[in-house]
């Protein structure tokens, strides 16, 4: 019912058969590692209260279409140490739908808060602090935010391809999607802007401040930057990324992609309008007082 503490029937299940089912229901949890795979019916979900956090440490077996987490507490997924197998690994796959966040695209539903919180089951906050990479996939469809997107670190944001799914942003003069640390990867997303909004996003779509980025079929729409690889971004690799650009007026300095890590790889960019676009396609350096080594550049095309 989501009132009692379920905590104890799911331990003991787990000891006893080695795996725990939910059936349909919500089922109240507290502070607790879930060490052995569990699996989810088809409108079953675990309330996490606030002030507490379960630490999921196996595989989970659910839709992809369904809510499985609920409640103000946290989910994390952890990874262990190696002296126990790093035990965990089968733990780092997720689906935005699983914390109720599907692709409604109504203007009166932003999922910027609940975007962030269901991340952070990858983030280094857990109580071991032990996570290793993973892969956060969103749905077909568009989901509404009107502030910056923190991406963990070694996370795979994986969209279903441009014009499949969007990012619809709100306003302006903020970081849309942003790397909170090394090694990730964002695929298969597109930005747009609400219907009467004729104004350029005043701000950077994706920022990459750490090593070794991957940004990969993306699409881009009427901003002053796109995708921004900063002086810390070292070894990125930025592939198939279009710029939309339906108004003008773009300021000094904008850019489909601007560049200022070293060893950077920028591949097939394209700006598809003939009258209207940014400052600069690839923009190298810029700001960046110090030299920079190996930025290779392949198939810009506008």
């Known amino acids: 019912d989501g009132l009692t503490d379920d905590t104890k029937a799911l331990v003991a299940m787990s000891l006893d058969k080695g795996y725990a089912v939910f059936p349909e229901g919500d089922f109240k949890l507290t502070t607790q590692y879930i060490d052995t795979p569990i699996f989810f019916s088809y409108g079953s979900a675990i309330t996490v209260p606030a002030g507490h956090a379960v630490t999921i440490r196996t595989r989970i077996g659910a839709s992809n279409k369904q809510q499985i987490f609920k ?4 989910i994390y997924f952890e990874v262990t140490g190696s002296d126990d197998g790093r035990l965990g690994e089968d733990s780092k796959y997720a689906y935005a739908a699983w914390w109720g966040i599907f692709p409604t695209g109504q203007r009166d539903i932003i999922q910027t ?3 962030n919180k269901a991340l952070s089951a990858f983030s280094t906050d857990g109580p071991n602090s032990q996570t290793r990479e993973g892969v956060f996939e969103l749905d077909i469809g568009t989901y509404r935010i009107d502030g910056t997107i923190t991406i963990p670190r ?20 903020y970081t849309a999607l942003e790397a909170g640390g090394a090694a990730v990867k964002i695929t298969g997303i ?7 909004v004729h104004e350029f996003f005043d701000g950077i779509q994706i920022s990459l401040p750490y090593d070794t ?5 993306v699409r881009l729409l009427n901003c002053k930057i796109g995708v921004h690889v900063g002086p810390g971004a070292n070894r990125a690799y ?11 007026g773009y300021p000094s300095g904008s850019a489909t992609v601007w560049v200022q890590g070293n060893h950077a790889l920028i591949k097939d960019v394209k700006v598809t309008n003939t009258s209207n676009g940014p400052d600069s396609i690839v923009l190298v350096g810029y700001g960046n007082t110090s ?12």
Do not use: C, M, W
């Open 238 to 248: 930025i592939r198939d990324v279009v710029g939309t650009y339906s108004v003008s």
């Open 154 to 173: 070694g996370v795979h944001l994986k969209g279903a391809g441009t014009r499949l799914t969007v990012f619809d942003v709100i306003g302006d003069g």
């Open 113 to 115: 808060d609940l975007l």
């Open 213 to 217: 980025p991957h940004v990969e079929d």
């Open 291 to 302: 030299t920079l080594d190996s930025v290779i550049i392949n198939n810009v095309d506008s």
């Open 190 to 196: 597109q930005f747009e802007q609400p219907t009467g």
């Open 71 to 74: 409640g103000e507490g946290d």
